[in-house]
């Protein structure tokens, strides 16, 4: 009797599982975005919210709560109740702030359940033009001539471009001096006056200053070049094999989020990427569509976390 009872509640639950996910979602979800309107977030965020709202007939109320590396953004969803109904656009920043905060409201492995990777948006390795420099291996060539003596830009510590750089010195085995910057704007206004050598830069803003003739592209951050600049090497082909490094972007939901939900929401968000006009949009932006499944997501956390914090420690960047 006791087996048969088992036997039932378990069927019960799939069931119960199976019509979560039939009827899944009977209302509007909501994505937060961690970072204010307008950056790599927020677009991806709103590219596919556009498309996903004609696949699960329902609306995706995109919430923008900046602040605090991403940490305000990703601290309420961490906290929202885990029903589907609120989802996160995280990116790299919080997997670097595990190592980078003495002291985070949340864990981004305890605390979420990763859904897929959305994108991928490479990082370019600029110089100023009056460097003798142009390629990458002459780049190191120079830095390990002249050890401290080439500056490099960054939004701030343990921005992006800090934590890519430092990743880059450390693969090179030279020696660079660090100026940190209150945001990427101005860092990059120092390197094209020639304050500043060397610096990476989003691909968009890479891209259009290196037309401009301001400033000299010697290669991409990532392992394979970017559909924005085909013409571009990258960094580990121009003379540092092995060196990966990229600003990416995925959806994740509250820890304890039933599993039906995530297949059904990873099944949807692949469609979208899937979709030519999506994959235009999103390379428009100098991003590149990266899906995944959720375990292959998980395991690319793993690896990213111990990837930055190794760079961090060695760097000693710290919170701004």
């Given at each position: 009797m006791k087996f048969v009872l088992a036997l039932y509640f378990a069927m019960a639950v799939v069931l119960s599982g199976d019509a979560i996910a039939q009827t899944y979602p009977v209302k509007p979800v909501k994505v937060i975005v961690p970072y204010a309107a307008g950056g790599n977030g927020d677009i991806v965020a709103r590219?596919?919210?556009?498309?996903?709202?004609?696949?699960?007939?329902?609306?995706?109320?995109?919430?923008?709560?900046?602040?605090?590396?991403?940490?305000?953004?990703?601290?309420?969803?961490?906290?929202?109740?885990?029903?589907?109904?609120?989802?996160?656009?995280?990116?790299?920043?919080?997997?670097?702030?595990?190592?980078?905060?003495?002291?985070?409201?949340?864990?981004?492995?305890r605390d979420f359940a990763p859904v897929t990777l959305t994108t991928?948006?490479?990082?370019?390795?600029?110089?100023?033009?009056?460097?003798?420099?142009?390629?990458?291996?002459?780049?190191?060539?120079?830095?390990?001539a002249h050890p401290k003596k080439l500056n490099f830009a960054s939004g701030g510590s343990g921005s992006s471009a800090h934590v890519i750089s430092e990743l880059f010195a450390s693969m090179a085995g030279v020696q660079l001096t660090h100026v940190a910057y209150k945001g990427a704007a101005q860092?990059?206004?120092?390197l094209i006056a020639g304050q500043i050598q060397m610096s990476f830069n989003s691909t968009a803003t890479a891209l259009a200053h290196m037309q401009a003739g301001r400033v000299r592209g010697l290669g991409i951050s990532t392992a394979m070049r970017s559909s924005a600049a085909p013409g571009l090497p990258t960094i580990a082909e121009s003379g540092l094999p092995?060196?990966?490094?990229?600003?990416?972007?995925?959806?994740?939901?509250?820890?304890?989020?039933?599993?039906?939900?995530?297949?059904?929401?990873?099944?949807?968000?692949l469609a979208v990427l899937g979709a030519s006009e999506v994959k235009e949009q999103l390379r428009v932006q100098g991003l590149d569509a990266l899906p995944s499944t959720p375990d292959a997501f998980a395991d690319f956390i793993r690896v990213e976390i111990a990837k930055w914090a190794k760079v961090i420690k060695v760097s000693g960047a710290k919170a701004d």
């Open positions: 590219i596919i919210a556009q498309k996903l709202i004609t696949q699960i007939g329902q609306q995706l109320v995109i919430d923008n709560r900046g602040g605090a590396g991403g940490n305000i953004g990703a601290e309420l969803a961490a906290r929202a109740a885990p029903d589907g109904y609120t989802v996160m656009l995280g990116t790299n920043t919080h997997v670097i702030n595990m190592s980078l905060f003495s002291k985070l409201p949340y864990d981004i492995q991928s948006a490479p990082m370019v390795l600029i110089v100023h033009p009056s460097l003798p420099a142009k390629t990458v291996k002459e780049f190191i060539a120079l830095a390990r860092a990059t206004t120092d092995g060196f990966d490094a990229s600003i990416w972007q995925g959806v994740f939901t509250p820890a304890r989020t039933p599993l039906d939900i995530i297949t059904r929401l990873n099944r949807e968000i």
